[in-house]
C-alpha cells in the first residue's frame, strides 16, 4: 500500500476544559493525558516511517509557537482564518498529488490502543484508494448522548457504506443504537484521496472549492511554512467536513474500530478517560484529598484540595481559577463567562 499523509488539524480552545485550557494556552498542547500533550501523543501515532509519510499540520497563527516549541519544524499550512474543517482538509489536499491518501486526525482527541488505530488507519486507506471518502467510526461502549452516531449500511471492503448520519441523541434513542449494534460513533477521523475528496468538495460546495484553490495560488511558501492569501480565504463561508462533504456525498464509507477513543470534549470526558487508565474510583492529580465520596476528580495545579462526603463532582484548580462542577453537567463549562472571555 502507498505511504499514508497524516493531516493533523490543530484548532479550536477547547472552551469546555477552562479554566485548564485557554487561549492562552489551549486544549491540544496540554498534557492531559500523560507526559506528552495531546497533540504530541497525535503525532507519535503516525511516527511510523514504514505506514506514513511526514506529517502536514494545519493551524492557525496562533497555535504555530506551541506547534514549534512541541514537535519542531513540520511541513505547516497556517490558516490565514479559522473556518472550521472541510477548507482546512481541502488546504492539505491542494498541496498534495492527487492520488495520495490523506489520513486527516484532530490534534486533541486521546487513543488508548495504538495497535487498533494503526489497523483502522490501513483499512480506511484501502477503501480511501478506490476514492471512498472514509469515516473512522468508534464502536460504542455504551449510550453516549455527546456525539454524534453513523448507522452502518452494506459492508464494503473491511468497513461499510454509511447509512446515515444522526445527530446527538437523547438518552432513549442513544440506548437503542447501542442495542442495535447498527450504530457506531462518529470519531471525527477521516480517510480520502486528495483528488477524490476536492472533486466532491467542487461538487458540493463549489464556492468554498474556487475560493480555497484561488487562496492556494495566491500562497506563499517559506521553508515548509504555507501561508494561503487571505484575501480569497477570507471568502471562505466555514463549515465542518460533515456537513460540507461526508453528509453529501455517495462515496461515504465508515471504518468501525475499537480504539479507546475520546474526544476529550469536556471535563466529564477526561474524567473517564483518567479512570480508565488509572482504574481507581477517584481520579486526583495534584495535593488532593478525598473522603466518603465516590466518582471524582480533582485537577489543582497548587492549592491543596480538600473534598468530603459527596460524590460526581469535579473540582479544577487553575491559577486563580476554581471550578467545581458535577459530572453530569460537564457541557455546560462552555457556556461560562470565564470560559468564553479566557
Known amino acids: 500500500?502507498?505511504?499514508?499523509?497524516?493531516?493533523?488539524?490543530?484548532?479550536?480552545?477547547?472552551?469546555?476544559?477552562?479554566?485548564?485550557?485557554?487561549?492562552?494556552?489551549?486544549?491540544?498542547?496540554l498534557p492531559l493525558?500523560?507526559?506528552?500533550?495531546?497533540?504530541?501523543?497525535?503525532?507519535?501515532?503516525?511516527?511510523?516511517?514504514a505506514s506514513f509519510a511526514q506529517p502536514m499540520i494545519v493551524a492557525g497563527e496562533a497555535h504555530t509557537r506551541f506547534i514549534t516549541e512541541q514537535a519542531g519544524q513540520h511541513r505547516l499550512i497556517v490558516e490565514p482564518a479559522a473556518k472550521n474543517t472541510a477548507p482546512a482538509i481541502a488546504l492539505a489536499a491542494s498541496l498534495l498529488p492527487r492520488e495520495a491518501i490523506m489520513l486527516v486526525c484532530p490534534?486533541?482527541?486521546?487513543?488508548?490502543?495504538?495497535?487498533?488505530?494503526?489497523?483502522?488507519?490501513?483499512?480506511?486507506?484501502?477503501?480511501?484508494?478506490?476514492?471512498?471518502?472514509?469515516?473512522?467510526?468508534?464502536?460504542?461502549?455504551?449510550?453516549?448522548?455527546g456525539y454524534g452516531y453513523?448507522?452502518?449500511?452494506?459492508?464494503?471492503?473491511?468497513?461499510?457504506?454509511?447509512?446515515?448520519?444522526?445527530?446527538?441523541?437523547?438518552?432513549?434513542?442513544?440506548?437503542?443504537?447501542?442495542?442495535?449494534?447498527?450504530?457506531?460513533w462518529n470519531g471525527g477521523i477521516f480517510a480520502f484521496q486528495a483528488?477524490?475528496?476536492?472533486?466532491?468538495?467542487?461538487?458540493?460546495?463549489?464556492?468554498?472549492?474556487?475560493?480555497?484553490?484561488?487562496?492556494?495560488?495566491?500562497?506563499?511558501?517559506?521553508?515548509?511554512?504555507?501561508?494561503p492569501d487571505a484575501g480569497h480565504f477570507g471568502t471562505i463561508a466555514g463549515e465542518s467536513v460533515d456537513y460540507a462533504v461526508m453528509e453529501n456525498t455517495a462515496q461515504a464509507a465508515v471504518v468501525a474500530a475499537d480504539m479507546g477513543w475520546s474526544d476529550i470534549g469536556d471535563w466529564n470526558a477526561?474524567?473517564?478517560?483518567?479512570?480508565?487508565?488509572g482504574g481507581g474510583e477517584n481520579v486526583l492529580s495534584g495535593p488532593a484529598e478525598v473522603k466518603s465520596a465516590k466518582s471524582v476528580m480533582i485537577d489543582t495545579d497548587g492549592p491543596r484540595v480538600s473534598l468530603v462526603g459527596f460524590d460526581n463532582a469535579i473540582v479544577v484548580v487553575d491559577g486563580d481559577e476554581i471550578l467545581v462542577l458535577n459530572r453530569n453537567h460537564a457541557q455546560e463549562v462552555g457556556k461560562l463567562d470565564g470560559a468564553a472571555n479566557q
Open 1 to 29: 500500500m502507498s505511504m499514508i499523509h497524516p493531516i493533523i488539524l490543530s484548532g479550536g480552545s477547547g472552551t469546555r476544559l477552562w479554566p485548564r485550557s485557554r487561549r492562552s494556552h489551549p486544549k491540544p498542547f
Open 33 to 49: 493525558l500523560g507526559d506528552r500533550t495531546l497533540f504530541q501523543q497525535a503525532l507519535d501515532r503516525v511516527s511510523d516511517t
Open 107 to 145: 490534534s486533541d482527541h486521546h487513543i488508548a490502543d495504538d495497535a487498533a488505530f494503526l489497523a483502522g488507519a490501513k483499512k480506511a486507506a484501502s477503501l480511501a484508494a478506490d476514492s471512498n471518502l472514509v469515516s473512522f467510526g468508534i464502536a460504542p461502549d455504551r449510550p453516549a448522548t
Open 150 to 184: 453513523i448507522k452502518l449500511g452494506d459492508t464494503l471492503g473491511d468497513g461499510h457504506r454509511i447509512e446515515r448520519f444522526v445527530e446527538k441523541p437523547d438518552l432513549d434513542r442513544a440506548r437503542e443504537f447501542l442495542a442495535s449494534g447498527d450504530y457506531v
Open 195 to 227: 483528488g477524490a475528496f476536492l472533486d466532491e468538495l467542487a461538487k458540493h460546495r463549489p464556492e468554498m472549492a474556487r475560493a480555497v484553490a484561488a487562496s492556494v495560488e495566491g500562497g506563499i511558501w517559506t521553508d515548509e511554512r504555507f501561508e
Open 270 to 277: 477526561l474524567f473517564e478517560a483518567r479512570a480508565a487508565q
